[in-house]
């Protein structure tokens, strides 16, 4: 174990000091989703959703899973999930591709929805999310209940634009 100390302290001293550590300042170290920037292969069974990350952390962060329900007057009417898992890079700010699978009450319920967020008309309509994922050692479940999509779009800065034109793509 002596042996193991000194090459252990410089290998401390090594990383440390290197270029990806100066990236990475020690002040940021968070996840966070800047906005989304664009929607392909949008269908009724799912999408490509492209977001922009900026992860400050030193560490690759792994979405495991993650589910989110989309409820009209407390009545559930769709259901997005991952169709595979996501995973972003220690020390990346870029565009990241989120694969997106719908499930759906009916086949019409995705293009409703997205149709009366156009509109305006969200006032009822809510999201609750529940998603897994962590670093290669931590792994943790997030979750909320009942959350206004109004807020989700403030937090997220999703365009109405962006809205109006998926609506147009799905019908």
């Not at 595979?84 to 995705?110: I, M, Q, Y």
Request: glycine share 6%; hydrophobic share 45%.
């Amino acid at each position: 174990m002596s042996r193991l100390l000194p090459i252990m302290l410089l290998l401390g001293v090594l990383l440390g000091a290197s270029p990806l550590s100066a990236q990475c300042p020690e002040e940021a170290r968070e996840l966070r989703i800047e906005g989304i920037t664009r929607i392909t292969h949008l269908s009724t069974t799912g999408a490509n959703l492209y977001v922009e990350v900026d992860n400050t952390t030193r560490r690759r962060l792994v979405v495991k899973s993650c589910e989110v329900e989309i409820a009209v007057s407390g009545v559930r009417k769709v259901t997005l999930s991952l169709r595979d898992r996501v995973v972003v890079p220690k020390c990346h700010s870029a565009e990241l591709l989120l694969p997106l699978r719908f499930r759906s009450a009916g086949t019409l319920s995705t293009a409703a929805i997205l149709r009366r967020i156009a509109a305006g008309d969200y006032a009822d309509i809510t999201v609750t999310y529940h998603l897994r994922g962590g670093t290669w050692l931590l792994r943790r479940t997030f979750s909320g209940e009942d959350i206004a999509i109004s807020e989700i779009f403030d937090n997220f800065a999703l365009s109405k634009r962006l809205i109006t034109e998926a609506a147009a793509l799905v019908e």
